[in-house]
């Protein structure tokens, strides 16, 4: 039986089933009816396990919705193989900024001036940058320090998309597979 599949949802479920592939669960894949949307060279590595730290970046490079779900896997011994929980730890704390100009830009949008007139002084470089938003050092006209916080660009549309096709994912891996509904 395959997954039903919701066209706008057919890229994350192709990023989904190249992540679960590519890190020994072909199983899941081809039960999900997913394997058509693998790339042709996925299926010659199909012996090749990449280590775990390529998993994070793979993860971070599919955004915030799946470095949240890793965070919470790093914290599973469980469920995933110590050394990649280690690996997965590390998107806690350690993930890459956006640049500065979408941060000028989301500040003028949302404050309808530019940093440079709202604030004294903004600094250019995230004090902190997470998988939803990073942390600006500012200086207020009246001479209080301050710290901002900003959203990623378009991050509410992202992970509300991302949930959606995770949970009908989810919803077919735990009525089609024992993994799913050991975890379901």
């Known amino acids: 039986m395959n997954l039903s599949l919701r066209p706008?949802?057919?890229?994350?479920?192709?990023?989904?089933?190249?992540?679960?592939?590519?890190?020994?669960?072909?199983?899941l894949v081809a039960r999900a009816g997913l394997n058509d949307l693998l790339p042709e060279e996925a299926e010659a590595d199909e012996e090749h396990i990449p280590e775990a730290r390529e998993l994070?970046?793979?993860?971070?490079?599919?955004?915030?919705?799946?470095?949240?779900?890793?965070?919470?896997?790093s914290?599973?011994?469980?469920?995933?193989?110590?050394?990649?929980?280690?690996?997965?730890?590390?998107l806690q704390d350690h993930v890459a900024p956006f640049s500065f100009e979408e941060v000028e830009k989301i500040l003028t949008e949302e404050l309808g001036v530019r940093p440079s007139k709202a604030f004294e002084r903004f600094d250019p470089v995230p004090i902190a940058a997470a998988s939803i938003a990073?942390?600006?050092?500012?200086?207020?006209?009246?001479?209080?320090?301050?710290?901002?916080?900003?959203?990623?660009?378009?991050?509410?549309?992202?992970?509300?998309?991302?949930?959606e096709a995770l949970g009908e994912v989810a919803g077919f891996l735990e009525s089609h597979t024992e993994f799913g509904q050991r975890f379901g």
């Open 8 to 27: 706008e949802h057919l890229k994350r479920y192709k990023d989904f089933a190249v992540l679960l592939f590519k890190y020994g669960r072909r199983d």
């Open 56 to 73: 994070a970046r793979d993860v971070e490079k599919l955004g915030p919705t799946y470095i949240k779900l890793a965070q919470l896997l």
């Open 75 to 90: 914290t599973r011994p469980d469920i995933i193989p110590p050394v990649y929980a280690e690996a997965l730890a590390r």
């Open 134 to 163: 990073q942390v600006h050092r500012a200086l207020l006209p009246s001479g209080r320090e301050v710290a901002v916080k900003i959203q990623r660009p378009g991050i509410r549309e992202q992970v509300l998309d991302d949930l």
